[in-house]
């Protein structure tokens, strides 16, 4: 049974992260009706600025501010490479068919891999050791405390968020421009500033992400978020794409349904195939979602739309 | 107040808007009115900032406000109650009057008619005059009824306290009693000095509750003058009043 309880340590822990990958496909998704491929990029190029201050810093300062500098490096990049996606390969084509804007996501996501690998070159760049997390266990189920950092971080950014969305000018302003942009520009709502605030809020949120990630598995790699990126969508896909809240809930099945999977394969199947399987779940999740309830779990049903 | 000179606008690929000439003074209550098709929403549109003309030009208080945007135009206090209600279906009936006092709340502006305790008067105001929409406060828009989500695109346009309100069709597709109840808020929201440009397929009942008319036909302006005047003409009777 500890494995059991182990595995959803864990995969809650995975989940909180994709959660957060998966808030900025939906927020732009939302607003724009646009899959932004690019924004698993954006969270690698998070997470190598990060890792780039913390070997730059090393042991000069305290371990903690070195990750709070990384944490603020990595979003301020980020902030800034998503506003400029947003206004170079995304708002010429606001009109355009929406193949467009799709393939040019495609396009985005390349680029930035391939100037990533440029500055940091190809080969997997290991975290420096900043600070020995402490080991904790509870009822036999056993994480570290930056293990606990990271997923109490994550839930007080998604509580943050729901909060902001819900009750703010500027989050009532994305909820009405995602309903309806021409008659929220009508109310005096600035839709090309609100439109580009979402992608620089996804991009600060990815950072974040990006970083926890580094922290998680110690290491990051120009190609990392691919993969991240793509679970993340699917995350995002599950719960409903355009859903906030339904993002949150897809990224923490997404982690539990992975991590209960990598840690029963090997047993289910005899040994046959191993927990290096565990991509594949992601992806069979989509598949079904996609087949059974293509508007996700929370998603919106499109009847409401004027 | 409002001055329009040659407007025409072109809506992919057709020019619904053949060149119009328009005046709205301060205080007055004009309608347009016309058949389907005959260009007026896209005039509105166009007058909103919705749609950017082709050529002419629109003057508000003497600034040229040609081809500027919405958002900018709200803020010069022109707002539009937009045909076919055009709620936030999946905003509560309040969030959507509060996002109509959205540029009140904007910068510098925390202090009188932008603070939350008069934005919130002006939402018990929108409760008076509609207690249906009391009623459903916290409902989402989109589940009121078409002539509960008019009541609520009127009263939500209100709250950005404009000098012009343009309203789009704001009989469509509504019971008479109903009906009954909107215009009598309009004519009560011009008589507070609101200016009003209406546009109505209910000819009858626009010309009765405004001062001026304006009549269009296929992109153009071929009729003009005193309401009481139109209502009596012979050509309006006979393809706009069925007698």
Known sequence: ?306 | MLEVKGLRVAYGGITAVKGIDLIVRAGELVTLIGANGAGKTTTLKALSGLLRPAAGSVHYNGQDITGKPAFELVRLGIALAPEGRGVFPRLTVEENLEMGAYVREGKGNHRDHGSKTAIAADCERAYTTFPRLAERRKQLAGTLSGGEQQMLAISRALMCQPKLLLLDEPSMGLAPIVVQTIFATIRAVAREGVTLLLIEQNARLALQTCDRGYVMESGTITLSGEAKALLNDEQVRHAYLGE
């Not at chain 1, 909820?175 to 605030?197: H, K, S, Y």
Request: aromatic residues 10%; charged residues 10%; contains cysteine.
């Open chain 1, 1 to 306: 049974m500890d494995i059991f309880f182990q595995q959803i340590t864990n995969g809650l822990l995975l989940g909180s992260i994709y959660a957060l990958v998966a808030l900025g496909y939906t927020m732009v998704y939302g607003i724009l009706g646009l899959i932004n491929f690019a924004h698993g990029d954006i969270v690698m190029v998070g997470a190598l600025v990060a890792l780039s201050v913390m070997m730059a810093l090393g042991a000069s300062l305290p371990g903690v501010a070195v990750l709070l500098i990384a944490a603020g490096a990595a979003m301020v990049v980020c902030v800034v490479l998503g506003l400029f996606v947003e206004r170079a390969a995304y708002r010429p084509l606001r009109r355009a068919p929406r193949l467009a804007p799709l393939i040019t996501a495609i396009g985005v996501s390349i680029l930035i891999q391939y100037s990533a690998a440029l500055i940091w070159g190809k080969q997997y760049i290991s975290m420096p050791e900043l600070v020995k997390p402490a080991k904790i266990v509870i009822g036999g189920v056993q994480i570290t405390s930056t293990q606990a950092f990271i997923f109490v971080l994550a839930l007080s950014i998604m509580a943050a968020l729901l909060w902001f969305v819900k009750t703010s000018r500027m989050g009532r302003a994305m909820r009405a421009t995602e309903q309806n942009p021409d008659v929220a520009g009508l109310m005096g709502v600035d839709t090309t500033r609100v439109i580009a605030f979402t992608f620089a809020l996804g991009a600060a949120i990815g950072a974040i992400a990006g970083v926890m990630v580094v922290l998680y598995y110690g290491q990051g790699h120009y190609f990392m978020g691919f993969m991240l990126g793509l679970k993340a969508f699917t995350a995002a896909v599950l719960g409903g794409i355009g859903n906030i809240p339904g993002a949150m809930l897809g990224g923490m099945l997404l982690g539990l349904i992975e991590s209960l999977a990598a840690g029963y394969i090997g047993d289910i199947t005899g040994g046959l195939f191993g927990s290096n399987y565990r991509d594949v779940f992601a992806f069979l999740v989509l598949v079904l979602v996609l087949m059974l309830r293509p508007s996700g779990l929370m998603g919106v049903r499109s009847g409401d739309r004027a």
